[in-house]
Every structure is written in structure tokens, then in C-alpha cells.
């Protein structure tokens, strides 16, 4: 049938058109890196993800928050129970009120959520010139091509070119909507001792972080990926059956069979 | 209407049941062995059944959802996090029911689509088709209140925009607006009563969905020849060659929302609706469903007044983009009228043909039009697109159902389809 040819050069027309305005806008188009976790086999960097861990901890922490991370997913990435615990202990949080009723603290257990730099939002802008670093625990999902967004985000500060107009405060950096941004070049080489030995490159580190944060957005991912390929051979297996059967049951009917003569 | 059959099961209990309630002979009777269906329907007769399986997708996992959502603006993001994170297999679920809405859709389409081309509105199945336009006004309002429920950016600030139309409505629209607000902006109440309508509104299409397949009975399936059934030759049962093909068409079709589901399972969906709902930032450009981006196309392209400029403005501008989003769906309804010619069958048509593959392009250049900011060339590009929709179904259509020159239609399907007895 001619139509179907007719719309299926429309759906490319269309497709092409859309790809082509997506690349416009005021940012740069994210620098493509070739991710563990992409493609149907792809899963978690163990490694790179706890490398990314620590990123997470010693420098991004103590800006923004990570709501929807307790300290207990951190077995997804490899981390044994009591190394778990250990890390928790670092940190303090709210308890029951005493039997006086007042206030207590205690050490965090596997189950708490990572504790917020940041009583409030107000707190957190004030802190950073008015800008509100937002939560990081769902970024990946909550941006275009995110994880590549990210680590360019990352590695992409820049001088600003001399006729940019760089307002006070902000720095300058091609990847961010309108090339300014609030946060100041986080990483920088050597910031922090990684524990497996690998040299602490801000390369290395941005890799890291946006493992770990993939990891916190998605912690389903890898399973969903193995899931899929299981789902999808059943199903492909199944279609099959169903059309050979179908071609089976048919054949009187190709053969012009008619079912209601008496 | 074919005969009607009865079932007499040989098991007594059951015999003793059907005789006080005849299911059995139901499901015989509307896709059973005594079904009498043309021989020649092709492929794109699978979507009806597709779209029933995905309503009772969408049904099943939706119940499961509501089990651990929280209808509360503090918590309905947080809630949803949780199921993705702490419900087993809750991201399945969710990912389930988020594409399978736009797959729901993308079988519809097909099946309207369908329609279109093989005249499936004209008489004697005008209610038939009636009551689809029904279930796809139903369907557009559940999806449109599904996407508030997760409380994202894109949830409030679709339902900020698309509820606010409704105030262009004379006299009566700000309190239209205040009703569907429950307040005075989208807020707590919005987002409780949305929730509420989401859970009822499919049940409701399921009923629609019970006439629908009665007026299916009542005028039997068409076909791609357009012609009715005349000789027993015509016809096959729908059970067992209809089921199996129906079952084959539902494999492939779930092998690709599978593929979604499981390794792109945000590429339908927005990325700002990760963000919490925010009533102080509003995001970069608001951009509805990929499903409602035609008729949100048409609303903007209509952006002038109805009357003489200078003189008398009957409707504003605002009114008139509203009513010609509406109407771009409720002339659908008129189709029977507005499209006369005997023949119901695009294949027959030579002019009608290419009319209607300019109309499917049409569609898919709203859509592309729609996600567009409109900047540039691209509110006028939405004018033409606007204009040929209008056109096609209140100048085309009346004019060639007088002028076209159809071609000679086949005896009867047997002899169209069936090679000559050797
Ligand atoms: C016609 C059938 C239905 C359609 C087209 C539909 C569509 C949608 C859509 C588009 C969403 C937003 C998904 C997202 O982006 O997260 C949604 C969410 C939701 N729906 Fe439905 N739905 C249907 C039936 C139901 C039913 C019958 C129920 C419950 C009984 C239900 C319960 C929910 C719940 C609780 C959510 C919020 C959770 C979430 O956003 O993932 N749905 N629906």
C-alpha cells in the first residue's frame, strides 16, 4: 500500500527534524562517553562506582544533598555490611527525644539517609551566593543525555572567551544552560587520596561521581538490564511459536476452505 | 447481525450455569467459533485487541501503584521514588505504566488511523465509531491526569496550563477553572481529585468499551475491501484464526514495549518530571505527552480572533484556539456526514488516497510542531499544518465524496481474495 510508504517517510522526516532541534539552545551538546551501564548488557562499574563514593562524600556532600540514598544501598556497589555500618557511624543524626524530652543525637545506622549539608534551602543559599545547589539523587534522570551531561559539566570549565559577559560570582562553564553557573569548579587534581591507589585526576574523579550517581538514580538499573534480556527472548520465543502456529491453523483458510458450507 | 448461538456444555454444573447465565454463549458469540468474521482482514485489524490489552495493563498495574502512592503534594514525588526504589519490582511497575500509556496510545492511533482509511465510520457502523471517539476523549483525559499524579515539574506545570484553557470559556470559565483547581491554583486539592478521577475514569472506558464491542457485534467487522459480506464464503470464525493472529500481532507488539520498559524505559517521557513540582520555577518550555502534542499544535496555531479586525470580534483568540483544539478531535464524529462517498475503502479511492497519507503526514508534523518552542518560522508552519487538518475533513472529504471517481469495487471478498478453483 502506498500510504505506508507515504508515512514512513514522514516518521523520518519527522525524527530528523526533531534530533536537528534538540542540538540547538543556549549549552553545548555533552561530550559522549562510552559508559559501563550503557546498552542492553550494561551494568555497574563496582570500582568506579565506590571510587565514586568517596567523590561523593568528601567533596560533593558538603554542598548538596542525596535524599533518596540510604546508607544501606551502598551493598549495590559492593560494600559488605560492616563496612557499611562504618561508614554510617561517620555521620550524626536527629534520635528520639530523651526521657526529659529534649533533643538527642546519634550515630546514623544503615538505614538512614545521608545526612543534608544543609538545614534548609534557605540555609544552602546563603551558603553558596544565593544559588541552591539541588538535590544530586535523581540528576542523572532529571536532565537531557544525563550522565554525559554531568561529567561534562564537570570537566567543562573554561575561561570565559573575552567577549562573554561574565556576571560576578558565577563561573564560566559551555555545558550549563546560558554558560554561567553558581558552582565553582569542584574537582581538581590530586583533591582527594583514592583508596584503591588510582591517581586522582579530575577526569578520573568526574568518571566516578557520575557512576555513583547513576547508580543512586537508577539502583535498578542492572537488574532491569538482565531482567529485560530474559523477558525479551521469552517473548521473542513465544511470538515465533505463535507464528508458526498461526501459519499452521490458517492453511485451510489460504487453501479457500469454506467453514460454513452444510 | 449473524445468528446467534447458543452454548450447551456437556458438563451438567456448567450446562445448569450457562442455562441461568450464558457467559459461555457470550464469548462464543463475540469472539468465539461462532463468530463469522471476513477471511481478509489484515494486519491493522490487530490494534482493536491490542488496545484492550493494554487498557487491562494499564488497570492492573495502575491498582498495584495506587497501593503505595500518596496523593499529597509533600509526598507524592517521594512516594513514587519510593515505589521505584523500595517496592519490589515497583520500578517494573511503574515503567509498565508509564509506557504503556503511550503505547496504549500508539495502538489507537493505529486503530483510528485504521478507520480513517478503510471508512470504518460509515454506515451501519456510525456508533461504533462514536463510541471510539468517546473512549479516546476518555483515554486523553486519564492520561492527562495520570501525568499530574508524580508531582514533577512537568506534572504541575502541564496541568498549570492545560486547565487554565478553560477559562476561555464565557461567563462561566474562571469558575470551570476553580472547580478543576479545587482552589485558586493547581494544588493539594488538584492533585487529590485527579487522582480520584484517574482511578475511575478507565473504568468507565471499560464500559464504553463493553457498547463498543456490542455495536461490533450489532454491525459486524468491516474489512479492507469495504464491502459487505455477502456468501458464507466470505467468512472465517474469529476463533481459532482471529485469536491466533490477534496473539501473534500481541507478540511482536509487547517485544517492543518491552524494549522500552526494559532498556529505555525515560525516552517517552520528559526529564524535567524528575524534578519535584516547583510553583516559584517555571521550567524552559512546557511540553505535554508526545500523544497530545498534535491538538496542543493546533491550539497554539490559533492564536487570532473570529470576526473582521477593526469591526466585530465574535470569539477571542484565546476562546477560538480552544474550541479548534476541541473541535479537532469532536469532527471525528462528524466523519459519516462529512464524508458521504458510497465506497468505504481507501484502496478504491485513487484521489481519497493520497488526501489521506498527506492527512497521517499532517498528523505527524503537528506532533513534531508541538514539542517546538514557538519561535521563527514555526507558528506559521502550525497554521498550514492547522489548516490542511480542517481542510481535510471539512472541504476534502464533502468534495470528493461528490467528484471522485472510485474505482470498480469486487463482486464479493471470496472472489477478491480467493485464487480461482483450479
Ligand atoms: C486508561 C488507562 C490508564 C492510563 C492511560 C494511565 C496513564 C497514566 C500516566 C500517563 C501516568 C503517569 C506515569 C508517570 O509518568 O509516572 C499514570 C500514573 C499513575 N496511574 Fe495511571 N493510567 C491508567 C489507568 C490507571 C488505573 C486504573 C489506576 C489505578 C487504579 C492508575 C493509577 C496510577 C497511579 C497511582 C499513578 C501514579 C504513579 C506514577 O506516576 O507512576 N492508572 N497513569
Redesign the pocket.
Known sequence: MKFIRNIAVALSFSTLALAGVSAAGTAEHPLQVDWSFNGPLGKFDLPSAQRGWQVYKEVCASCHSLKYFRFRDLATIGYEEDMIKAFAAEYEVAGEPDEYGDETVRAALPQDVLPAPFANDNAARSANGGALPPDLSLMVKARHDGANYIYSLMVGYKDAPADFDLSDGLNYNPYFKGSQIAMAEPLAEGLIDYEDGTPATPDQMAKDVVQFLQYVAEPSLQERHQMGIKVLLFLALLTLLLYISMKVIWKPVKAGKNFYED | MAEWETVKPENKALGWFEERLPVLSLVNNVVGPATPTPRNLNYFWNFGSLAGLM?VI??I???V??MH?TPTTGLAFDS?ER?MRDVNYGWLI?YM??N???F??IAVYIHIFRGLYFGSYKAPREVLWMLGVVIFL??MA??FM??V??WGQMSFWGATVITSLFSAIPLIGESVVQLLWGGFSVDEPTLVRF?SL??L???L?TGVVILHLWAKKISDSGNPLGIEVKTSADQIPFHPFYTIKDAFGAGVFFLILAAFIFYMPNAL?HPD?YIPADSLATPDSIVP?WYFLPYYAILRSVDFPLGIPGVIEILDAKLLGVIAMFASILVWLGLPWLDTSKVRSGNFRPMFKWFFAFLVIDMFILMWLGGQKPEGNIPLYGKFATLYYFAYFFVVLPVLSRKEKTLPLPESISSAVLKPAE
Open positions: 487498557l494499564q488497570i498495574s495502575g491498582v501503584l495506587a502512592y513514587v515505589i511503574r505504566h508509564a504503556g500509556a503511550s496504549f496510545f476518555l483515554m486519564t492520561a495520570g501525568y499524579l508524580p487522582f484517574h482511578y475514569l478507565p473504568f472506558i517521557g518530571n505527552e
